[in-house]
């Protein structure tokens, strides 16, 4: 499975698309770069709460998207390749990285989490739900935006009895995404069972939405 990086260039405009593959992701997440950006970011965010200014290298930590696998046409535009099946649920506004592990740590008792890890932030905690239909296939790139929305209202239930912070609600996107991190001990699971969802539900989804 592969994970798609996007950054945008502030000076140029210009947008940095790359893949990498999960493993060498998570392996990522694990050491802060020569650069520091994420401990910077963590140590400033206090003094920018409640003021419209934000940290001036935050371009330089690429956007991460675990839904879908991205890759440029012959035109140079952005084109999506593949659905990779992952819903990422958000906790947010954590005192701390004590409450971020606690959270990882219930998220991890479930078999269908593929990765759970602390955000930019240091304050809060991204997860990554697997789901696949009955026969462990994916939905075509076609199908995937209905099939996304299902899996997404499902994580929610299924995850949120589990943890005593708030999952912060969004509507469901493919291109649900968040900033670089650096997490030492990230809770990653490649073999994670996926929550199936019968193509029927999804399929009575879309006629209840469109009635």
């Known amino acids: 499975m592969k994970i798609t990086l996007i950054r ?6 210009k947008e940095a698309l ?30 920018l709460e409640g003021t419209c200014a934000q940290y ?3 371009d330089k930590l690429p956007r991460i998207y ?14 999506m390749k593949n659905y990779n099946g992952l819903v990422q ?13 606690y959270v990882k740590q219930q998220a991890a008792l479930l078999p269908q989490t593929f990765a759970a890890f602390c955000g930019s ?6 997860i990554w739900v ?23 209202r499902l994580a929610v239930t299924c995850y949120q009895p589990m943890l005593p912070f708030g999952i912060t609600l969004k509507e469901p996107d493919l291109m649900q995404s968040c900033r670089m991190t650096v997490d030492e001990q990230p809770y990653y699971n490649p073999s994670s ?6 193509p029927v539900s999804y399929t009575h989804l879309r006629a209840h939405e469109t009635g």
Request: glycine letters at 6%; a neutral charge.
């Open 56 to 58: 001036e290298h935050i």
């Open 121 to 126: 932030s240091g304050r809060s905690v991204k």
């Open 8 to 13: 945008a260039e502030k000076e140029s405009g």
């Open 130 to 152: 697997r789901f696949a239909r009955p026969d462990g296939t994916l939905p075509t790139i076609q199908e995937a935006l209905l099939f996304h929305a299902h899996a997404y």
């Open 66 to 79: 675990p839904a879908v696998e991205y890759s440029r046409t012959q035109e140079g535009e952005r084109r």
């Open 193 to 198: 069972a996926p929550f199936c969802i019968e």
């Open 89 to 101: 649920l958000e906790v947010n506004r954590l005192s701390g990285i004590a409450e971020a592990e």
């Open 18 to 47: 790359s893949t990498l593959e999960a493993d060498a992701l998570i392996k990522k997440l694990k050491t802060e770069t020569k650069a520091g950006h994420v401990s910077t970011l963590r140590a400033i965010l206090p003094q």
